[in-house]
């Protein structure tokens, strides 16, 4: 009955979770692709920061931009200003991407006077044909994407690597599941097996295909991914912790 009752409660939290970055993003000032490029004209000192795992931010990201994940915003970062009131630019995957938001958020909490969101992020900035910087490769797989009945099936097998990061723990997590958010795989990847499946496990099915590419890179050679990410494991009615 608990288990039922938890995911009958994550699954009304979903649709929450889809409206909340339209909700948050009336209280942040927001720059266009126009704007930026002004800015980056002119002469005032301003940060522009991805708020992307390093492994999204090496492999793309806008020309002259800076990594500062979202979940390691702190007040002492080595890459935030000491002057408070130096503009602060973050920017991520789109409208839709909550971590610009919550990094965003972070620098008014720790004191930053001028803190804007470049909303039309990445995508925004392609579009235009916009200088990026590449600074890394990673090779181009198609890992098999399984059902979630299937992942259940797989379980004492496989280790389910969940990469999700605390801002989608409201959904629940899977028991056993090897929690390494995408933010610290860059360096935490190493205690993962080489001998066993890894099923990589998001929120959405987003971010897993990269994860799969940064760990084909690494040597991993067995990986799948959980089709629909942890939504579509909670609509499917399996258990949750």
Not at 124 to 140: F, N
Not at 221 to 234: F, R, S
């Amino acid at each position: 009955m608990k288990t039922r009752l938890s995911i009958m409660f994550a699954m009304a939290l979903i649709p929450l979770y889809f409206l909340a970055p339209l909700v948050q993003a009336e209280r942040f000032e927001t720059i266009t692709t126009d704007e930026l490029l002004e800015v980056r004209r002119g002469a005032a000192p301003f940060l522009l920061i991805n708020a992307l795992s390093p492994i999204e931010h090496n492999e793309e990201a806008i020309h002259g931009s800076v990594n500062i994940p979202a979940s390691h915003m702190r007040p002492d970062h080595p890459l935030l200003p000491k002057d408070k009131s130096t503009l602060l630019i973050f920017y991520c995957k789109g409208l839709r991407c909550t971590k610009s938001r919550s990094a965003a958020r972070m620098a008014m909490d720790f004191g930053y006077k001028h803190v804007k969101i470049y909303t039309p992020g990445l995508p925004g900035w392609k579009h235009r044909d916009l200088p990026l910087i590449h600074a890394t490769t990673y090779p181009d797989i198609d890992p098999p994407i399984l059902e979630p009945l299937t992942v259940y099936k797989k379980m004492d097998t496989a280790l389910l690597l969940d990469i999700r990061g605390e801002e989608v723990s409201q959904l629940g997590e899977i028991k056993k599941a090897l929690k390494i958010p995408l933010d610290d795989m860059d360096h935490d990847y190493r205690q993962l097996p080489h001998d066993k499946t890894i099923i990589i496990i998001d929120h959405a099915e987003k971010q897993s295909p990269i994860c799969a590419r940064f760990l084909a890179k690494m040597g991993y050679q067995d990986l799948a991914i959980l089709k629909g990410g942890m939504i579509n494991w909670v609509r499917a009615g399996l258990p949750i912790e």
